[in-house]
């Protein structure tokens, strides 16, 4: 054996020493890649009822969200209807109330005048 053999040699247990310690991380990252495949489709198969959940919640909201319409729709009829009344009666009373008050004022001073 010669010096050229023995370089090729030690160079060639280099390179299978050097594929050795570059196939380990290789290899760790294959496992790791497994494991995020696992990871995702365990999350993939929760996320599925928790969506179908949200569905659920969301549709009830829009039923009551409808309800408060109606009770807001109402609500605003009666306050409409409250002040047409306050309207009717202001004028119904008011108008008599101060037709006296200025016959009030009309004798007061009638009478301070005849003193």
Same mark, same amino acid.
């Given at each position: 054996? $010669?010096?050229?053999?023995?370089?090729?040699?030690?160079?060639?247990?280099?390179?299978?020493? *050097?594929? @050795?310690?570059?196939?380990?991380?290789?290899?760790?990252?294959?496992?790791?890649?497994? /494991?995020?495949? $696992?990871?995702? &489709? !365990? *999350?993939? /198969?929760?996320? !599925?009822?928790?969506?179908?959940?949200? $569905? !659920?919640?969301?549709? /009830?909201? $829009?039923?009551?969200?409808? &309800?408060?319409? =109606?009770?807001?729709?109402?609500?605003? !009829?009666?306050?409409? =209807?409250?002040?047409? @009344?306050?309207?009717?009666?202001?004028?119904?009373?008011?108008?008599?109330?101060?037709?006296?008050?200025? @016959?009030?004022?009309?004798?007061? &001073?009638?009478?301070?005048?005849? &003193?």
């Amino acid at each position: 054996m $010669n010096i050229g053999d023995i370089a090729a040699l030690i160079a060639a247990i280099a390179f299978a020493v *050097l594929a @050795l310690a570059a196939a380990v991380p290789l290899l760790k990252l294959g496992r790791t890649v497994d /494991e995020l495949s $696992n990871s995702v &489709k !365990e *999350l993939t /198969e929760g996320v !599925e009822p928790l969506l179908s959940g949200l $569905n !659920e919640t969301i549709t /009830e909201t $829009n039923k009551q969200l409808v &309800k408060l319409d =109606n009770i807001t729709t109402n609500v605003e !009829e009666v306050s409409l =209807n409250i002040a047409s @009344l306050s309207a009717v009666f202001t004028q119904a009373v008011g108008g008599p109330l101060m037709k006296l008050a200025g @016959l009030g004022v009309s004798l007061s &001073k009638l009478l301070k005048g005849k &003193k």
